[in-house]
Nanobody
Framework: VQLVESGGGLVQPGGSLRLSCTASGFTFSSAPMSWYRQAPGKERELVAI????????HYADSVKGRFTISRDNAKNTVYLQMSSLKPEDTAVYCC?????WGQGTQVTVSS
C-alpha cells in the first residue's frame, strides 16, 4: 500500500494550495479517505474526510468553508483544496486510508 502526497509548499496568508494524494495497493474506490495535519508541538488532527463514492464529506470546524476535499476514483487520487489560508494552517498534511498513512507534505503559511 502506498499513499503519496504532493502539492505542499510556502504560501502567503490568504492564498490557496491544492494537495493531492495518490493511492495504490488497495481498492481505492471502496475506501473512505481523509486528510490529517500535525503542527509542531500539537497533536494530529482530522482535517477532512470523504466517503468512498464522494457523496459525504466532513470537515473540522477550523477549516469549514475554506477547505474542500474531493476525489477522483478513476485516478486513485484524493484532493484537498485549501483557500483563505492562515498561519495557523501551517502543518504537515497526511492522507489516510484504513490503517495506512502517507509520508506527508509540508504546508507553510507565512508572509
Amino acid at each position: 500500500v502506498q499513499l503519496v502526497e504532493s502539492g505542499g509548499g510556502l504560501v502567503q496568508p490568504g492564498g490557496s494550495l491544492r494537495l493531492s494524494c495518490t493511492a495504490s495497493g488497495f481498492t481505492f474506490s471502496s475506501a473512505p479517505m481523509s486528510w490529517y495535519r500535525q503542527a509542531p508541538g500539537k497533536e494530529r488532527e482530522l482535517v477532512a474526510i470523504i466517503s468512498s463514492v464522494g457523496g459525504t464529506t466532513h470537515y473540522a470546524d477550523s477549516v469549514k468553508g475554506r477547505f474542500t476535499i474531493s476525489r477522483d476514483n478513476a485516478k486513485n487520487t484524493v484532493y484537498l483544496q485549501m483557500s483563505s489560508l492562515k498561519p495557523e494552517d501551517t502543518a504537515v498534511y497526511c492522507c489516510h486510508a484504513y490503517d495506512y498513512w502517507g509520508q506527508g507534505t509540508q504546508v507553510t503559511v507565512s508572509s
